[in-house]
C-alpha cells in the first residue's frame, strides 16, 4: 500500500480536515489545525506532503520521525499541528486495514468508556447558573469555563471579586458534587493569578487551567504551592521535551496535550507515558472537530492515567456547524445519560466522516480567527 494523495478541506466553523487516500482505496482522515492560522497549517501540511507521497502509510513511526526530523528547524504549533493531523489519518489507515481500532494498534483499551465534559459560559463568561443547570441536564457530570475575561497584570481587586462570583453562582447552581474546571487561558499574570488561586479553592475545582502563560510556567511552583485542588497546562505544548520540566516542577496534576497540535497520537502516546512515570494525570485538550475528540479518545482508551476528555460538542465557537454534522453515524459521539461515552470500536479513529458534507462545507471555507482584546488603556490584552 502506497499513499497517493493528501487533500485538505477548510469547512466550518474553523477546522481543517485532511484526507490521505492510497493507491488501494483505503483513506485516513485527520484534523491537522491551529485556531486561527487553519491557512498557515494547511500549507504546511502540503509542504510536508512530498515526505510521504508514495510511501507505506502503515510505517508510522518512521514516517512521524521524517516528517519531525526531516527538517533541521523543526517543533512549534505549525509544523508540530501539520505532522499531527498526518499522524491521525495514518492511524486511521492503518486501523482500518486491518480492521481493528487504533486503541487495538496500542495495546489495547484499559477502560470500556470515558467521562466527558462540556463547556459554558463562552469567552466572557456569562449566564453561569442557567448554562450550568442546562449541561448538567443533558447528562454532563462536569463541565469548563473561562475564569475571567481580559485581566490586566495588575488588576483591582474587583475583578478578582467577579471571577470568585461566577464560580460561586456555577457551584451553587449544580451542587457540589459535579466538576467544574476553571480555565484561566493564560488570561491572568502571575500578580493576580496567585491571588485568583486561593480565593477560588473554597469552590473546589476540578481543576484549573492553564493559570499562567505556557512561556511562564517556571513560576507555577511559586503560586500554586499547597493548593488543595489540581493544576492543569499542556495545550500549548507541543513537544514532550516541553512537558518534561513542567512535570520535573512537580507544579502540575493535569497534563492536556491537544492530539491536533503535539504531533498526533503518536507523539501524544510519548506524552502521556511520560506524565504517568510522575503520577500526573492527562485529560487532553479537544475544542476542536470530531476527528481530534476521535483521536482523543483512542489515547484515552490506552492510558491509565487519562481521567476526562473535553468534548467540543456545543461549545461556543461552533457556530453554524457542529462536530455531528460531519459524521455519518452520530451516535458514535453521543454521551449516555451518566456522562460517559464508550470508547468507539470501529476500525481505525473510530467515526466515519461524511465525505459529502465535508466537500459541500468546504465550499464556505472559513477565515475564524481569535477576537483581539484591548485593556481600558488600550493596551492589548491577552484573548
Known amino acids: 500500500m502506497r499513499i497517493t494523495a493528501l487533500k485538505t478541506y477548510r469547512v466550518p466553523p474553523r477546522w481543517l480536515f485532511l484526507k490521505v487516500e492510497t493507491d488501494e482505496g483505503l483513506a485516513g482522515w485527520g484534523e491537522p ?76 483499551r484499559v477502560r470500556d468508556t470515558m467521562r466527558m465534559y462540556a463547556w459554558i459560559g463562552g469567552d466572557r463568561p456569562s449566564d453561569i447558573g442557567r448554562q450550568a443547570r442546562a449541561i448538567v441536564a443533558k447528562g454532563f457530570t462536569a463541565f469548563k469555563m473561562n475564569g475571567t475575561p481580559e485581566m490586566a497584570i495588575v488588576d483591582s481587586h474587583a475583578r478578582i471579586d467577579e471571577a470568585v462570583a461566577r464560580v460561586a453562582e456555577a457551584r451553587e447552581a449544580v451542587g457540589r458534587d459535579v466538576g467544574i474546571a476553571i480555565d484561566f487561558h493564560g488570561r491572568v499574570h502571575r500578580p493576580m493569578a496567585k491571588v485568583l488561586l486561593r480565593e477560588l479553592e473554597p469552590f473546589h475545582p476540578l481543576f484549573v487551567e492553564e493559570p499562567v502563560l505556557p512561556e511562564n510556567l517556571a513560576i507555577l511552583p511559586a503560586i500554586t504551592q499547597g493548593l488543595g485542588y489540581p493544576i492543569a497546562t499542556g495545550e500549548r505544548l507541543f513537544h514532550r521535551t516541553q512537558f518534561r520540566p513542567v512535570l520535573d516542577s512537580g507544579a502540575v496534576d493535569i497534563v492536556q496535550p491537544d492530539l491536533s497540535h503535539c504531533g498526533g497520537l503518536t507523539e501524544g ?45 456545543g461549545i461556543h465557537y461552533n457556530v453554524n456547524s457542529d462536530i455531528l454534522d460531519y459524521v455519518v453515524d452520530p451516535s458514535v459521539l453521543t454521551i449516555s445519560e451518566d456522562g460517559f461515552l464508550p470508547i468507539p470500536e470501529g476500525p481505525g479513529l473510530g467515526v ?32
Not at 62 to 82: E, V
Not at 272 to 301: F, I, K, N
Not at 354 to 381: F, M, Q
Request: charged share 20%; net charge negative; with cysteine.
Open 269 to 313: 502516546r510519548k506524552i502521556a507515558t511520560l506524565a504517568e512515570t510522575y503520577d500526573v494525570a492527562v485529560a487532553p485538550h479537544c475544542p476542536l472537530g470530531p476527528l481530534t475528540v476521535a483521536a482523543s479518545l483512542q489515547l484515552d482508551a490506552v492510558c491509565h492515567n487519562a481521567f476526562i476528555q473535553e468534548f467540543s460538542l
Open 33 to 108: 489545525v491551529i485556531e486561527g492560522r487553519a491557512a498557515t497549517v494547511e500549507a504546511a501540511v502540503h509542504e510536508l506532503s512530498e515526505y510521504v507521497i508514495g510511501k507505506d502509510p502503515r510505517r508510522i513511526e518512521d514516517l512521524w520521525q521524517t516528517l519531525y526530523r526531516g527538517g533541521f528547524y523543526r517543533g512549534g504549533p505549525i509544523l508540530m499541528s501539520a505532522i499531527a493531523g498526518i499522524d491521525q489519518a495514518l492511524w486511521d489507515i492503518t486501523g482500518k486495514a486491518l480492521g481493528v481500532p487504533v486503541h487495538a494498534l496500542m495495546g489495547g
Open 352 to 383: 466515519e466522516i461524511n465525505e459529502e458534507a465535508v466537500l459541500e462545507r468546504a465550499k464556505e471555507g472559513h477565515t475564524w480567527k481569535n477576537p483581539i482584546w484591548r485593556h481600558t488603556d488600550g493596551s492589548i490584552a491577552e484573548w
